[in-house]
């Protein structure tokens, strides 16, 4: 894709209530993503049914000036960065309306497996249930092949299904409450590096100039069981 493309893609996807659901009730309207930044106001809500409001200049110009910043972080740091509409975007995803419209991910992107598994649980796990976690991933791979299991990479429950899906050679993927110019918890940083290298990916809807908030982790909770069987 070239960058123009891109750029309009990741401006289009950061706008507000833009979600794979009104993603699609736009694309059905005929409105493209530089259509979106390219019409006039009135003519975006006639097109819509939406509040005029919703489309004023200043707002989408503001968006798209952040976009610009984002699309070169993109191309600067290999990111790939997957609209609703490629071939490449996870597909069980696409059943949910308010999945994000685009992802941003590093590694081996998003290979469609034939069972993917999401394992999330509480942040301060005891030592039973994160034995209980370890075992129980490593019977998933005894029984069942071609396995992702996605989690988020936080303390607990989450890095310790990570962990397991690696010790026994099971892809994993850690959806990210934030955007990727950082790793949080900084300690796990070496297992995301892991993750990475053992075939997996790590991905994220939000860009680098998205500050790290408590609400994130609650929202990305959508995108790890939208990505699950």
Not at 97 to 119: Q, R
Request: some cysteine.
């Amino acid at each position: 894709m070239d960058k123009d493309a891109l750029l309009y893609q990741i401006a289009f996807s950061r706008a507000k209530n833009i979600n794979i659901g009104t993603a699609k009730v736009f694309a059905a309207k005929g409105i493209s993503c530089r259509d979106f930044f390219m019409l006039g106001a009135s003519e975006l809500s006639a097109l819509s049914g939406l509040k005029t409001e919703y489309f004023s200049d200043s707002k989408r110009h503001a968006i798209l000036e952040t976009a610009k910043r984002e699309c070169d972080f993109v191309v600067r740091n290999n990111i790939k960065a997957v609209f609703y509409t490629d071939n490449a975007f996870p597909h069980r995803l696409l059943d949910c309306d308010d999945a994000p419209a685009m992802l941003y991910t590093l590694g081996n992107g998003f290979k469609e497996y034939s069972h993917v598994i999401s394992v999330v649980g509480t942040r301060h796990c005891t030592f039973y249930g994160a034995e209980f976690c370890r075992q129980f991933i490593e019977e998933l791979g005894q029984k069942i092949d071609d396995l992702l299991i996605v989690s988020g990479l936080a303390y607990g429950v989450d890095i310790a299904a990570h962990r397991a899906a690696l010790s026994n050679n099971i892809a994993t993927a850690a959806v990210f409450a934030h955007g990727l110019d950082t790793i949080y918890p900084a300690e796990h940083r070496n297992d995301a590096r892991r993750i990475i290298e053992n075939g997996g990916f790590i991905a994220t809807e939000y860009t680098s100039s998205d500050k790290i908030h408590r609400g994130n982790f609650l929202a990305r909770n959508r995108i790890v069981a939208g990505m699950a069987d």
